[in-house]
C-alpha cells in the first residue's frame, strides 16, 4: 500500500548536506502537490517544505527556509528535498506525501495529504 518511495537518508556531520528523493506513480505525481514532513519519536508531525503540481509555488518551514530546497524531476516522477547547512535540530524521520490539492494554494497540514512514503532516517550529528 505503499505509494511513495523514498530514499537518501544517512547520518552526516552537522553543516553538511543530504538529498532525499521520493518517486510516486505518474498517475499521482502529475496531479498531486508534494510534500516533506518530518517526526521525531515523542513529537507531532512536522511540515518541511511543499511543492505545487506544476513547480510553480513552494513554502517552506521558518526552521529551513534558505537550507533546504524542495523540486521535481517530471521525467523521473520524483520529488528531491536537498537539505544543506544541517543541524542536529534537523534529525528526524522524514516523510514524502502527496496532495490532490483540489484548492487554490498548498497545504501545510498533514491531514490534506493522501498518500506517503515509508520515511528515511536524517540524523545529522553535532
Known amino acids: 500500500q505503499v505509494q511513495l518511495v523514498e530514499s537518501g537518508g544517512g547520518l552526516v556531520q552537522a553543516g553538511g548536506s543530504l538529498r532525499l528523493s521520493c518517486e510516486a506513480p505518474g498517475r499521482i505525481f502529475n496531479n498531486y502537490a508534494m510534500g516533506w514532513f518530518r517526526q521525531t519519536i515523542g513529537k507531532e508531525r512536522e511540515f518541511v517544505a511543499t511543492?505545487?503540481?506544476?513547480?510553480?509555488?513552494?513554502v517552506y518551514a521558518d526552521s529551513v527556509r534558505g537550507r533546504f530546497t524542495i523540486y521535481r524531476d517530471y521525467a523521473k516522477n520524483t520529488v528531491y528535498l536537498q537539505m544543506n547547512s544541517l543541524k542536529p535540530e534537523d534529525t528526524a524521520v522524514y516523510y514524502c506525501?502527496?496532495?490532490?490539492?483540489?484548492?487554490?494554494?498548498?497545504?501545510?497540514?498533514?491531514?490534506?495529504?493522501?498518500?506517503w512514503g515509508q520515511g528515511t532516517q536524517v540524523t545529522v550529528s553535532a
Open positions: 506525501a502527496a496532495d490532490p490539492a483540489r484548492r487554490v494554494g498548498v497545504s501545510r497540514t498533514p491531514g490534506a495529504y493522501d498518500y
Open positions: 511543492i505545487s503540481r506544476s513547480g510553480s509555488t513552494t
